[in-house]
């Protein structure tokens, strides 16, 4: 039966939400969360289902795309699947086919699961490795110790509060209130919460997004930030024991990250909250 490429529109959004849910385990390579998602739907339902591609047969979703940006195409497939060499070649052929309405031509990134057959494929078509990431993990079966200071999760009324610590944690950054209320409304964010850590004197110091994927399975944060101007002053560590507890509230069985492994500070961050860093993983990259 052949593979077919789909679209899926707003109406098809839920399908492949809870398809990503269900590939989710322990000790599964790093690869695309509902939370991603999740976090995409900050741009709106339609902007989402746009950027949404899966791969089926016989009606069985085996392959779910997030185009999270120009030219980067975030894959994962269904655990049994990735060594299916059927779904493998057709996925090198859609991506690869500008027509095909996965990747316009020239430079492109792929983030597909380490050790899935694709990613053989697209070396042998030409492309190569990137720079590398580091994935990490905490595991969420024993207690996650109170951080000790106040840390308070975003409602509708706290939106422009989260808005404005983002905005100064990350550079270039665009998030408004607007676009929390998109995300908060968005399929995924029914098992997620935002959260903000306040300093001693009351000020948002940091901010964090956490997306469950449902008892007894990893969750994602995505994406944890602290104020420029609050910085080197243990913020960052604290809103990542948060998240952690938050995470084990909601149910997840860990809690998983990642970070560019040239980002130092960000991985000694997130190590000094408990997570165990695992082995790197890179995208795939051709040049235009």
Same mark, same amino acid.
């Given at each position: ?6 679209? #899926?529109?707003?109406?098809? +959004?839920?399908?492949? /939400? ?10 599964? &390579?790093m @690869?695309?969360h509902?939370g ?6 900050r ?6 289902a746009a ?10 979703i ?7 940006g120009?030219g ?11 060594r ?13 086919e500008?027509?095909?309405?996965v ?10 699961p ?10 042998e ?7 590398p990431?580091? #994935?990490l993990r905490?595991? +969420?079966?024993?207690? /996650?110790?109170d951080p ?7 409602g &509708?009324? @706290?939106?422009?509060?989260?808005a404005?610590?983002?905005r100064a944690?990350?550079d ?6 607007e676009r ?16 903000v850590?306040?300093?001693?004197q ?10 469950s ?8 944060l ?16 604290t ?5 952690a507890?938050?995470l084990r509230?909601?149910g ?8 560019p492994?040239s ?8 190590k000094s909250?408990?997570f ?13």
């Amino acid at each position: 039966m052949a593979i077919v490429l789909g679209k #899926p529109g707003v109406d098809g +959004l839920s399908e492949a /939400v809870s398809v990503l849910r269900e590939w989710q385990y322990d000790e599964a &390579p790093m @690869q695309l969360h509902p939370g991603d998602l999740g976090w995409f739907w900050r741009l709106g339902a339609e902007a989402t289902a746009a950027a949404v591609r899966t791969w089926s047969r016989e009606g069985q979703i085996l392959a779910v795309g997030l185009l999270d940006g120009p030219g980067l195409l975030r894959l994962t497939i269904a655990p049994d699947a990735h060594r299916d060499e059927e779904l493998a070649q057709q996925l090198v052929e859609d991506v690869t086919e500008p027509e095909r309405g996965v990747l316009p031509d020239g430079k492109a990134n792929i983030e597909a699961p380490m050790g899935a057959l694709v990613q053989d494929l697209l070396f042998e078509d030409g492309w190569n490795a990137d720079e590398p990431w580091t #994935p990490l993990r905490r595991d +969420l079966t024993g207690p /996650v110790n109170d951080p000790g200071v106040r840390i308070e999760v975003v409602g &509708p009324k @706290q939106a422009h509060v989260f808005a404005a610590v983002h905005r100064a944690a990350f550079d270039g950054s665009r998030f408004t209130d607007e676009r929390w209320h998109a995300m908060a409304a968005g399929l995924p964010y029914a098992d997620a919460r935002c959260l903000v850590v306040y300093d001693d004197q009351g000020t948002a110091v940091a901010a964090v997004t956490v997306w469950s994927a449902g008892p007894g399975r990893p969750g994602l944060l995505e994406p944890m930030g602290v104020h420029r101007e609050h910085r080197r002053h243990g913020y960052g560590e604290t809103v990542t024991v948060g998240a952690a507890a938050a995470l084990r509230e909601l149910g997840s069985s860990s809690a998983i990250v990642c970070a560019p492994s040239s980002n130092a500070g960000a991985v000694a961050t997130y190590k000094s909250a408990g997570f165990q860093q695992r082995p790197e993983v890179r995208d795939q990259y051709r040049d235009a």
